[in-house]
């Protein structure tokens, strides 16, 4: 079982970029799939989750309208598409996976991960 990141790097402010969570060893249909953040010097954030059984997704508060979660469960990858990107969206941002129907919990923070892909670092500066 391995969740794979990648699409990190370095942009400028403003500038978007998509990031990829590749998912092997298990089928996404029964799990959440989610995104987190983690800058220096500070927690753990919950980004992003999208539910593979049924594509609902949950935001959390600063990424709503900027970022955007998908899925393609064919391929077992989802996506966190990140626009109008900022400094303090600098982190390096993991994917991780939950079995069940539990992306509110997820981005809350609130919830056990079965799975965590490794981190892909994020830098937006001028």
């Known amino acids: 079982v391995q969740l794979q990141a990648s699409g990190g790097g370095l942009v400028q402010p403003g500038s978007s970029l998509r990031l990829s969570c590749a998912a092997s060893g298990f089928t996404l249909d029964d799990y959440s799939i989610g995104w987190f953040r983690q800058a220096p010097g500070k927690e753990r954030e919950g980004v992003s989750c999208?539910?593979?059984?049924?594509?609902?997704?949950v935001y959390g508060n600063s990424m709503k309208g900027r970022f955007t979660i998908t899925g393609d469960n064919a391929k077992s990858t989802v996506y966190l598409q990140m626009n109008s990107l900022k400094p303090e969206d600098t982190a390096v941002y993991y994917c991780a996976a939950t079995m069940g129907p539990f992306c509110n919990l997820m981005v809350a923070g609130r919830t056990r991960i079965d799975y965590w892909g490794q981190g892909t670092q994020v830098t937006v500066s001028s």
């Open positions: 999208i539910s593979g059984r049924d594509g609902s997704t």
